[in-house]
């Protein structure tokens, strides 16, 4: 009986040592996802930021936007042709992903 625990404990210590490397290895190949999620996760972070400085401040957005309009006009119908589409394409994304039951994360 003896024998066989000492059997199970050496294999279920080289299984930890192949547990161990493998995850290793899974984390130097996943590492340029890993850098690119942290910078998608800062320009998030900074997008949300950025959109909450606008909604407790609308003046500043009024501000810019009576300077924007003084200045260039045929700028601000342009601007707001892309604006245009693509809120409607955040829209069509939003849809079809809820069609399959998905969702973004910090949408409303």
Known sequence: MNDRLIDIGV??????????SQRAAI?????????????TDRAVVL???????????PAMVLAGVA???????RRLWRWGRRAFVVWRSWRFLR???????LSIPGAR
């Open 11 to 20: 294999r279920r210590g080289r299984l930890l040592e192949r547990i161990a």
């Open 27 to 39: 984390g130097s190949d996943l590492a340029p996802v890993r850098d690119a999620l942290r910078a």
């Open 95 to 101: 849809q079809r992903l809820a069609a399959f039951n």
């Open 47 to 57: 997008l949300r930021s950025a959109a909450d400085t606008l909604r407790r401040h």
């Open 67 to 73: 300077i924007f309009i003084a200045l260039k006009p």
